[in-house]
């Protein structure tokens, strides 16, 4: 799928590339600070699908920085003040990203993957089928599908590389991989921004059924959240008004494309198949119909 406002991946001669992630590419700016742009790439199953959705790396990007502002008193964030303007003085080359790109502080990455969880869908449900728990955490008999938690849960998982699947790990893990102090401060604050956030949410009209936290520590050890924030591509997002227990929602995230793969032949390893352009097209609408519900009036 070929289109002129689908940013698979971004060009930028005159900044150093270091890395480029499932969505991201990140860029030299000095010592200090890194510029992170948010592509249209979709990674579904571990797996970058080689076509992108069109727009949805500016919503992402819109979103983040919404909730980077509106959670800031929990916690503070990895965004700087300094423009695009001053690290991409070039206009031709500024507007290949505009929109989709921010310079943010140079962090330490936590190893782990902070995972809240609301309500009883996805992997969590099929856990609890089978265990009567959710990532060793006991619930409750008798919960149906999509039921919401007597209290969100924390069940953090470890980082995998790019083609790799995450791993669900407990509590004591994090402990162990990165100190008690450090690990009950990244629980506490994931708990709380979850809890903030679904509760404005819900207001808007969107349920966060279950949402992932990316955490970071400056020099002096002080705890940032970093990546992206409450996003349809890092979360849950289902329409409240079609939210119904026993069944699995409607939902304004990339659950659509994964709904898509799965009735596919296809092992969920690389490559991944290609998405008929109707379906990223639906997705991509999805994306700022969330946008818009969240950010605007």
């Known amino acids: 799928m070929t289109t002129p406002s689908a940013l698979f991946q971004s060009d930028l001669p005159s900044l150093t590339l270091i890395a480029r992630g499932k969505v991201r590419d990140i860029y030299a700016v000095d010592e200090a600070h890194i510029l992170i742009v948010t592509t249209d790439r979709l990674s579904a199953f571990d797996v970058v699908l080689p076509d992108p959705i069109p727009g949805k790396g500016k919503v992402l990007t819109a979103v983040s920085n919404f909730w980077f502002a ?3 008193h929990i916690i503070p964030n990895h965004l700087t003040d300094i423009t695009l303007e001053q690290v991409l003085p070039d206009p031709v080359e500024r507007a290949q990203i505009e929109g989709r790109a921010i310079v943010v502080k140079v962090l330490q990455p936590l190893p782990v993957e902070a995972i809240v969880r609301g309500y009883l869908i996805g992997s969590g449900w099929k856990d609890y089928q089978q265990t009567g728990s959710v990532c060793g955490i006991r619930l409750p008999e008798g919960l149906q599908q999509a039921q919401q938690l007597p209290e969100a849960i924390y069940t953090p998982s470890t980082k995998a590389a790019v083609g790799l ?26 708990l709380r921004l979850y809890q903030e956030a679904a509760a404005y949410a819900k207001q808007r009209g969107i349920i966060i059924a279950d949402t992932k936290f990316e955490f970071g520590v400056d ?6 959240l970093i990546d992206e924030a409450l996003t349809p591509d890092s979360s849950r997002f289902w329409p409240a008004d079609q939210y119904q227990v026993g069944i699995s929602p409607p939902s304004f995230d990339k659950q659509y494309i994964r709904d898509y793969l799965e009735s596919l032949d296809w092992n969920k390893t690389a490559p991944g198949p290609h998405i008929p352009v109707e379906v990223a097209e639906y997705c991509a609408a999805k994306y700022l119909e969330a946008e818009a519900r ?3 009036g």
């Open 70 to 72: 509106k959670l800031q």
């Open 165 to 190: 699947h995450d791993e669900n790990v407990s509590f004591a893990r994090t402990v162990e991989l990165m100190g008690q102090s450090l690990a009950e401060q990244v629980r506490d604050a994931s």
């Open 219 to 224: 020099a002096q050890g002080v705890l940032h």
């Open 294 to 296: 969240l950010t605007q």
